[in-house]
Structure formats: C-alpha cells, structure tokens
C-alpha cells in the first residue's frame, strides 16, 4: 500500500482536507491498471460470452428500487454507542467481539445476543442502544424541491432488468441471452475500515444471464466442465468445518452442489479471470453465502474469495441465483408483461436470471498484492504483461552526445505505434530501473553509446533482469512479441553480459 501510494497507483480522496473514509482515487498508474482489469473483463464477458453491454444511469429513481426490493430490504441492522454516539453494524460487533456470524439474525435475536454477550462499544467501551434499521443507499432528490426521491445505484444490475423488453428482442427473443454493466455502485458503508476494500463508490461490472427455467444450460458448458473448483460448502460452514470441497464444474452439478449449469459455468469463468489477473490458483475459493447472508433476491450464492495478506479472505465477486425475483417484481410494480416464448414457441416464460457480479477495485488490490515481490534490495511488482500499466521505459544512459535525442526519437516512435512508453532521464539508470521495477514495468530499452555507432539497443527483462541487444528498426515489432507471449526473452536478441541493474 505504500508504494502503490507512493508511486500513483491508489490514494485516500480528499486528503487534503481531511479525507473521508471509503473513498479512493485511483491515481496516474491506478487509472490505467483499472481500466485493463475492465477491458480483461470485457474480453470474458462481451467478446468471449457474445454478451450485450449497456450503460445505464446512476441515479435511480425510488419507484425502481422499490420493485426491486433495495428500498426494504437494502438494510443493516444497526447499534449506537450510548456513550460516545458512535454508530456500528451489529453483525460486525458480534463477530469481532463474540466470534459468532448473527447475519440473518431477527432484531429481536440481535438483541438478546446482544445483551447476553455484553457486546460493547469498541471506540469506548460504552453500552449499546437499541437496535435499528439503516438503509446503505444514497438518497438524493430529483429536480428542485424533494417531489421525486431518487437513489445512488446500489447495483447496476436494475438497469439491465428494466431494460428486459428492449434486450430481449435484441437478442430477437434467443434464450439463454446475457447483458452486461460496468460503471459505479455506491453504498454508504456505516464504518468502512479497510481501506480499498470496503468503498462507498466503487466500480461494478455485473453480468445478468437470463435463461428458460426448464433449460438450465449453457450452449458452450464442455469447454469448462473439466475445471476444477474449490468450494466452501454452506452447511461445512455452519457446522464450523474450515475443508473445501474440490471437484469439477461438471462433477459439482451432477452432484447439486451448484443448482444448475450456468452457475457452474460462470464459477469456472470466474476463477479464470482471476487466473488471468495473475491471481494464484491456490489462494482462489468460492464460498457458498448461508441462507441468513444471502441477499433477500438470491436463492443461491457463491462469492469468488481471494486469500490476501493483509485483509485475510476478500470476496472479489458475487454470483447469485436471482431466480425471476427481479423481472416479476418489476412485471408486478411496472404493469407490463415481461414473458417471454420459450425456444419451442409453446410457453410463455419469465425468464430467470444467474449474475455474476464483481467489484473492480478489489481485484486491482488483489492483483497488485500478488503481483508484489520483494528480493533482497529490489522490490517489485511482477504484473502481468497485459495488465501492466506502463509497457516499456525508454532511457538514454547518459544526458548527453547525443543519446538523449536518439532516446527521444525511439520514444516517440514507439509512442505512434501504440505502446504506452515513458521517458526517464533522471538519476542513474540503476535508479532510473528501480523506479521502472516498482510500478512493473515489464520491458526497459537503454540507448547508449553503442546505439550510436551500430543503431541498436538494450532491452531488459523486469522479473530476470537479464539484457539483450536489438536493432532500433526491429524493436517495435520484438516488443510486441514480447509483451504478447509470442517469443522468448534470450532468442529476441542478442544476449548480453550485465554490469549493472
Ligand atoms: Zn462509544
């Protein structure tokens, strides 16, 4: 966290007066990272799934989230400090201080446990007060004056429900059919203490599968049914058994461990997204949600968790089972008929929908967590190519005989061909790689004296820092190929012996 601080990847919002808790910004390199982590995203989800994207707005009006069910049930049972007047999630004190998940728990319940736990203020130590209902959405009026109440989204996921007529015959009345939303969701966390972790703005790409009850399947489900899957199955939970569950996408339908194909499916593609964040196999979980946590339109959850050094186990996405609670409610609030014809033209069906839903900002923390290496003097972020903010460092060795100009032109060359390149002449380029290796730049080209007698250049490996030399001409094409996975480091030059690093 501090060099991602240091160095432009993430920092607090509003620090210079004050900062707020649960808001952060995305910096030079942050902004970047975040929107290839998107653009993988979309690779999965729009390209690879052939699924529809829309953009919908933020601000929502009540009546929606009314049919939705945000406006009752979008709520946290909440406890207030007699004392001090601090407020806090009651299901968190339970847990930190009783070691007991009370999630689903009734008010009444809540407050015996409270009470009969002495469950105390942890800012001072003070008795709690009754508890009471918070809803964790942003309200905001509608035009001037407050007749029209409306809502930061706490999901993007409505906006695709309320657009179901228009998509459907987009998609010319096709089941199954996906549509999918990236941008902002916002919940206004009671105390958000984990930094990057627990925002009150953050950014969501949710994906809505809708699909015929009866049909369950997924069109292309052989391409993932062999992938195995680590499961942390609701009832181990509730019966305090830490073990995982492993068996195949295929094995965990057959078995009902997963309520149908889809969900199976998208479990699968999920931990290949992760995968391909350069997020390890091994830290990778899905965690089935118990009845109490589940949200009040899911009949089935998982979330994708991610081991990680400093939060423990972070949930990274949400895959619900929203069955046809959203498309009936909004069929019941709206008055319009939203059935469909099944594929065989002899029902009309409500179609039921399987989401996966992921935040975008913790798996950027996850991603650049695992991606930090420390070795001896270097410390380093051992990104992805793909993910890597900046591709390649242009440097000349010295500030002078000309280097600088050649060095100059190289950048300004690769720059016109599409690769995102940064200049840096400053300091020693010992240093100047060292600042290159702490933000996972994956390629350095030196320009040096040689380059001005024979035309070509250093290249050098971030994670080996091995070196080779190659012609100035062929360099945009070998960085390509590189950055690509398409040739091997020591066989896209000439090798050479390193003096320095
Ligand atoms: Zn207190």
């Known amino acids: 966290m501090e060099l991602a601080k240091r160095r432009g990847f993430i920092w607090p919002s509003f620090e210079i007066y004050g900062g707020v808790a649960g808001f952060y910004d995305f910096g030079p390199l942050g902004a970047l990272l975040k929107n290839k982590i998107i653009q993988k995203w979309r690779e999965f989800y ?57 999630e689903g728990m009734t008010k ?61 015959r987009h998609a010319r009345g096709k089941l199954p059919f996906g549509v999918v939303q990236i941008g902002k969701g916002y919940r206004n966390e009671i105390s958000p203490r984990q930094g990057i972790i627990r925002l009150r703005e953050f950014t969501m790409a949710e994906a809505e599968v809708f699909f015929d009850p009866g049909d369950p399947h997924h069109p292309r489900f052989s391409e993932l049914a062999g992938e195995q899957l680590r499961l942390w199955l609701a009832k181990d939970q509730e019966e305090g058994k830490e073990q ?45 949600q118990t009845p109490g946590q589940r949200a009040h339109y899911s009949s089935e959850t998982w979330d994708a968790e991610v081991l990680t050094e400093r939060f423990g186990w972070v949930e990274i996405a949400g895959l619900a089972y929203r069955t046809d609670y959203d498309l009936s409610r909004h069929a019941q609030f709206s008055g319009e008929d939203l059935t469909i014809f099944s594929a065989d033209k002899k029902r009309k069906v409500l179609c039921h929908v399987v989401e996966p839903s992921y935040g975008i900002d913790r798996p950027l923390y996850c991603a650049l967590e695992h991606a930090y290496v420390q070795e001896k003097k270097r410390k380093y972020f051992r990104l992805r190519k793909e993910l890597a903010p900046i ?37 020693s380029i010992g240093r100047r790689y060292a600042r290159a290796d702490e933000i996972g730049v994956p390629y350095c080209v030196t320009i040096d004296h040689e380059t001005l007698k024979q035309n070509d250049v250093t290249i050098r490996h971030r994670d080996t820092t091995k070196q080779i030399r190659v012609d100035i001409e062929k360099l945009p094409d070998v960085l390509k190929k590189l950055l690509n996975d398409e040739i091997e480091f020591d066989k896209a030059g000439k090798p050479i012996e390193t003096t320095s690093k």
Not at 259 to 283: H, Q, W
Not at 408 to 417: A, H, I, P, T
């Open 391 to 427: 591709e390649v460092g242009i440097f000349p060795l010295l500030n002078r005989v000309g280097m600088p100009e050649k060095a100059q032109e190289v950048y300004g060359n690769l720059k016109l061909k599409g690769f995102m390149a940064e200049y840096d002449d400053a300091g």
């Open 244 to 288: 995982l569950t492993e068996v195949t996408v295929e094995q965990a339908v057959k078995a009902k461990l997963v309520c149908n194909e889809l969900m199976a499916y998208y479990l699968a593609l999920t931990k290949r997204f992760l995968l391909d964040l350069g997020i390890p196999n091994e830290v990778i979980r899905f965690r089935e």
């Open 108 to 168: 009444e319940e809540m407050d015996r446990f409270v009470k009969g736990h002495k469950v105390r203020c942890p800012d001072c130590g003070g008795e709690l007060g009754k508890i009471f209902d918070f809803n964790a959405m942003f309200r905001t009026a509608i035009g001037p004056g407050s007749q029209r109440v409306g809502y930061l989204r706490p999901e993007t996921a409505q906006g695709i429900f309320i657009d179901f007529k228009r998509l459907q």
């Open 46 to 102: 729009v390209v690879r799934e052939g699924f529809f994207e829309i953009d919908s707005p933020s601000i929502v009006p009540e009546e929606v989230l009314k049919a939705s069910g945000h406006v009752e049930h979008f709520v946290d049972a909440m406890v207030e400090c007699q004392k001090c007047g601090a407020a806090f999630r009651v299901a968190d004190l339970a847990r930190e201080q009783a070691g007991k998940d009370i």
